[in-house]
């Protein structure tokens, strides 16, 4: 499905968030830098690394983003070779199920909109705080529910009408943007995704919500090995 939307997803990000997905991302990274200063960067589910460009804000040593789309991960480099930064990040096809990575690899450990994505939610939690270092901090991105009427009900129709059938009108692909709304009600956010965190390990928990709530930053740490 995200091979199919590849050339789209970028522009359709845009615009059906109002450009608000890229203040997002900042925001994200500057939740991190607010825990840290890493030398080394894990984007899981890296898409076509708008996460992981903006982590170069942090001034990391590498950044690394892993995909399981081919076609997203091609439109990921070809943004990566204009900017020219081949040096400073790099990508890897891979499942974030089963990272090819050892214990304790990274300082950071983050993923924009890709969690409710996973195969295995608890399985590529478990993985997220495997590769993370010790005193390493892990930042998580999602999509959430707003809570307050009558933004809520306003949101509600945007988000389950308008935006599957403009995504499909741009992308020529409608089951992925119904996909979108229907994997965003049925994500477990909130003190309910901060429980799967902590199960995984993960201590120090936060969460901070955005934009009324239509997304939230999650945060934790890892102090010990599993």
């Not at 984007?43 to 995909?67: C, F, M, N």
């Not at 389950?160 to 992925?176: E, K």
């Not at 956010?189 to 965190?197: D, H, P, S, V, Y």
Request: proline share 4%; aromatic share 12%.
């Amino acid at each position: 499905m995200f091979d199919r939307i590849a050339g789209r997803y970028d522009f359709l990000n845009r615009f059906l968030s109002l450009g608000t997905d890229r203040r997002w991302r900042r925001r994200a990274i500057s939740e991190i830098g607010s825990l840290t200063k890493p030398s080394t960067i894990l984007d899981v589910s890296t898409g076509t690394a708008d996460l992981a460009i903006a982590s170069l804000r942090l001034h990391p040593s590498k950044v690394t983003g892993i995909d399981i789309s081919e076609k997203m991960l091609e439109r990921a480099a070809g943004k990566i070779r204009e900017l020219k930064l081949e040096d400073r990040i790099e990508l890897c096809l891979a499942p974030s199920e089963r990272m090819p990575f050892p214990d304790s690899g990274f300082d950071v450990v983050m993923s924009a909109f890709g969690v409710r994505n996973f195969a295995d939610t608890a399985s590529g939690l478990s993985e997220m705080y495997r590769v993370l270092a010790v005193n390493g901090v892990a930042m998580i991105l999602e999509f959430s529910q707003p809570r307050r009427t009558p933004f809520r009900q306003m949101y509600a129709f945007y988000f389950n009408f308008v935006v599957p059938r403009a995504g499909s009108l741009f992308s020529g692909d409608r089951g992925a943007y119904r996909y979108l709304p229907d994997s965003v009600n049925s994500f477990p956010e909130g003190n309910k995704f901060l429980g799967l965190m902590e199960k995984a390990g993960f201590r120090s928990l936060r969460l901070k919500r955005l934009t009324f709530g239509i997304a939230t930053i999650y945060t934790g740490r890892k102090f010990t090995e599993q």
